[in-house]
């Protein structure tokens, strides 16, 4: 058969704004799954801002050696397989698919049992929170599940094929709250309303769906073989490459990006080590875990609705622009990224003002039982237009592989929180001080990825 003939045969990708607009709708319903769960978390007698906070700080920890492990890894596998289809190589773009397959199951698998075998230390020394254990021990086979459900995610983004990781995160999230609403029900009959033990269980709820969510992209992966395999036959310009030389282009791609993930999660562990270290002197620990159950529990969810949004724009940037830029296409990546930060804005500004001038009772509607945090709320929401600017301008700025620039920005939040947090514990015991924090750095950051 002729590669005219076999070129005929390959269905047509998802263009840009397709992508964009599947992504915002499956990041819509993860977040409205995510509320139903928050809110029946918070408002189920014995969990409240208490089960939050062992929640919270517990996820922060299994979300750093997440980002190490996997969280730059859609946008790397993305960005160097976008690049080779771009140039007309399927064949290769296809092999760093499967090297780095291997690569980050295996990185995977030691995050997991640095987290399974590291609980106790971390929940007593590091957190001062020892129920947060149980959570983490739940948490620690997620690691290795999430990290190869990212390399497939990046393959399929690369292929135009957003659809799959939209799909598949959607899916991972009705297990999540379907699973943690029937857990955490079974374990508070069975250990009598314990924080603790049901902490553990919504938790263990994540575990067992990122296992589906990888389950769907591996079967969507094998009734696409035979696309795929028409597409490998399709490959001009093929450059082979060692497997060393491979796994060194995507750890030189992946690394950069995931310092940027690291200093996001840095920024949010940040709280979980001083919060509760630090109003431990002043308040008891139950009232200190649950101060820190509002910000972490209530207010992050609130103020990420937007953000997760907007994400479909930096996701679906990182292949438009690598593949633009092969081409050498400048106009294209103006044009995209233009539009992009656009409708960031539009996005943006409407909830920072909604959520600021509404804060009380957005909290009285949703945790009618646990209301706590207006003011908290109110200044979160200010990092809110900061923030997606950030997210979106990181995506057209990883793509054209200014890989460093994001994180460097993040870095400079994080110094700044750091010694904002010293200063704010020496000199107040306000606890409604240390929610001007996340708002003190996240402007320069944005204004220093656009300069």
């Known amino acids: ?38 809110l029946y978390l918070t408002n189920r007698q014995g969990f409240g801002d208490k089960g939050n906070g062992i929640v919270a700080a517990g996820y922060q920890i299994y979300a750093m050696l997440l980002t190490i492990s996997s969280i730059g890894v859609p946008n790397a596998i993305s960005k160097l397989v976008s690049e080779r289809i771009a140039v007309g190589d399927h064949k290769g773009g296809h092999r760093i698919f499967k090297i780095a397959f291997a690569t980050f199951a295996m990185i995977g698998l030691v995050g997991s049992l640095l987290l399974f075998l590291g609980a106790n230390t971390i929940a007593n020394l590091w957190l001062q929170i020892p129920e947060a254990e149980m959570t983490l021990v739940a948490l620690s086979p997620a690691i290795f599940f999430v990290a190869i459900s990212s390399v497939m995610r990046g393959y399929f983004n690369a292929r135009q094929n957003i659809k799959a990781t939209a799909r598949s995160q959607s899916l991972e999230q009705v297990f999540k709250t379907t699973l943690t609403i029937i857990l955490v029900e079974i374990i508070a009959i069975i250990s009598h309303a314990s924080t603790q033990w049901m902490a553990g269980g919504a938790t263990l709820a994540t575990t067992l769906a990122t296992f589906a969510g990888f389950g769907y992209l591996y079967l969507y992966y094998k009734t696409r073989r035979n696309e795929i395999a028409t597409e490998i036959k399709t490959t001009i310009h093929y450059k082979y490459e060692r497997v060393v030389t491979i796994i060194k282009r995507i750890l030189m791609v992946s690394i950069p990006i995931a310092l940027t993930a690291i200093m996001s999660s840095l920024n949010k562990n940040i709280d979980s080590f001083t919060v509760v270290r630090s109003l431990k002197q002043f308040m008891t620990e139950d009232m200190a875990i649950s101060q820190y159950g509002i910000l972490g529990g209530k207010v992050d969810m609130l103020t990420s609705l937007p953000l997760s949004i907007n994400v479909a724009f930096a996701t679906a940037l990182v292949p438009a622009i690598s593949a633009a830029k092969a081409k050498k296409d400048k106009k294209t990546i103006t044009q995209k990224t233009s539009f992009s930060l656009l409708t960031s804005m539009l996005i943006g500004l409407p909830c920072t003002i909604g959520m600021f001038l509404f804060a009380g009772p957005i909290l009285n509607l949703l945790f009618p039982n646990a209301s706590a945090g207006e003011a908290i709320l109110q200044i979160s929401s200010l990092t809110i237009i900061f923030t997606i600017l ?28 750091v010694d904002d947090e010293h200063r704010f514990s020496t000199y107040t015991r306000n606890w409604y001080s240390w929610s001007c924090l996340g708002f003190s750095c996240v402007p320069c950051c944005c204004f220093y990825n656009c300069y």
């Open 1 to 38: 058969m002729s590669k005219e003939k076999i070129k005929e045969n390959i269905p047509q990708k998802e263009t840009f704004m397709q992508g964009v607009i599947t992504l915002i709708f499956s990041q819509v319903l993860i977040k409205l799954l995510g509320l139903v769960y928050t």
């Open 390 to 417: 950030d997210q979106t301008i990181n995506g057209a700025l990883q793509g054209y592989g200014k890989l460093m620039i994001p994180a460097i920005s993040l870095g400079i939040r994080c110094i700044s929180k």
